[in-house]
């Protein structure tokens, strides 16, 4: 599922947030960057460039950022490997790097590096609990603007709307 390009093996807790970020990334098809800890989105981000994407994702909480988990949707290039490099991160994750972006982000050893090639994730999840497994069908559903039903007296607005089902397709994964 992944080619290694840089860094240590990865960890125990690093396997759980890639997971983790793999199924959150995976809700957007706009160029996206998010950052996990501990499987939980402390940034996210969706922009017409990806270099803008990180940099609001940082923005929404860089203290907690320190250490995580980056995934894109989108090739990495060199301006936004140099903006990713001023952070120390774990692992980052993208479909593609230029050759500018991997000289910036395999500067440093132990940074995991990874390339996510095209693998179909199965439909059903696992999880031990207690003294056994457990097994469900994955959620593929996101309810977007046109199943949503207004409640109140004011009606959202457009903007609104696009914002509470961006919102939607975070919350599923925390």
């Known amino acids: 599922m992944f080619t290694k390009l840089n860094g240590k093996e990865l960890s125990y807790n690093n396997l759980v947030d890639v997971d983790a970020a793999v199924s959150l990334i995976d809700e957007f098809t706009e160029p996206t960057i998010a950052i996990l800890?501990?499987?939980?989105?402390?940034?996210?981000?969706?922009?017409?460039?990806?270099?803008?994407?990180?940099?609001?994702?940082?923005?929404?909480?860089?203290?907690?950022?320190?250490?995580?988990?980056?995934?894109?949707?989108?090739?990495?290039?060199?301006?936004?490997?140099?903006?990713?490099?001023?952070?120390f991160f774990e692992v980052l994750i993208a479909p593609a790097y230029t050759d500018e972006a991997l000289q910036v982000l395999t500067e440093k050893k132990n940074r995991i590096v990874l390339v996510r090639q095209?693998?179909?994730?199965?439909?059903?999840?696992?999880?031990?609990?207690?003294?056994?497994?457990?097994?469900?069908?994955?959620?593929?559903?996101?309810?977007?603007?046109?199943?949503?039903?207004?409640?109140?007296v004011r009606k959202p607005t457009e903007q609104e709307l696009k914002d509470l089902h961006f919102a939607n397709k975070v919350v599923k994964h925390n």
């Open 37 to 87: 800890k501990h499987t939980n989105a402390c940034g996210i981000a969706t922009r017409t460039f990806i270099k803008e994407a990180w940099l609001d994702a940082l923005a929404c909480d860089p203290v907690s950022a320190f250490g995580g988990v980056i995934i894109s949707n989108e090739e990495i290039n060199a301006e936004t490997a140099a903006e990713i490099s001023k952070l």
């Open 118 to 152: 095209p693998v179909e994730l199965p439909a059903k999840q696992f999880k031990t609990l207690l003294n056994g497994v457990i097994e469900q069908d994955k959620d593929q559903v996101i309810e977007g603007p046109e199943a949503m039903r207004t409640v109140t």
